[in-house]
């Protein structure tokens, strides 16, 4: 096994936050553009308590802005998508990391025991990868 191969077997818990974001579903997009940068973070999952309905992205935001919705009036479950990207959290970097590529999205819900525990981004992985490189000279 190669130097450079190492970081791709990391498991995803190592990277994964504790903490998941979250927004009502009501919230109107004004506060989940503020949740977004309280936080930091991409990508914020819509619900309450563990049921989800779905996850708010930056990107979705912008489309949100772009087409004339009003973010007082327009609220997270309006434009949260549905479709998601899930792994277990028993899975490597790697395999994460080829699920983002061949799903084309940025973020990838992680789930233990049927329930969501984090959310890794794109950032998150790509992290590993540099990390790994800049030991491995």
Avoid: F, N
Avoid at 5 to 26: C, E, N
Avoid at 92 to 101: G, K, L, Q, S
């Amino acid at each position: 096994m190669s130097e450079a191969s190492a970081p791709g077997l990391t498991p995803i818990s190592v990277v994964v936050a504790d903490k998941v974001i979250r927004v009502a579903p009501q919230a109107p997009l004004l506060e989940v553009a503020r949740a977004l940068i309280d936080a930091s973070v991409g990508l914020v999952a819509v619900g309450e308590g563990d049921a989800l309905i779905g996850v708010v992205s930056e990107r979705d935001l912008v489309a949100a802005m772009a087409t004339g919705r009003d973010p007082l009036a327009t609220t997270a479950s309006e434009i949260a998508q549905a479709d998601l990207v899930w792994c277990d959290l028993t899975a490597t970097v790697a395999e994460v990391a080829i699920e983002m590529m061949e799903r084309y999205v940025r973020h990838v819900l992680v789930e233990a025991d049927g329930r969501l525990v984090g959310i890794v981004s794109a950032r998150d992985v790509l992290g590993v990868y540099a990390a790994g490189e800049s030991t491995a000279t």
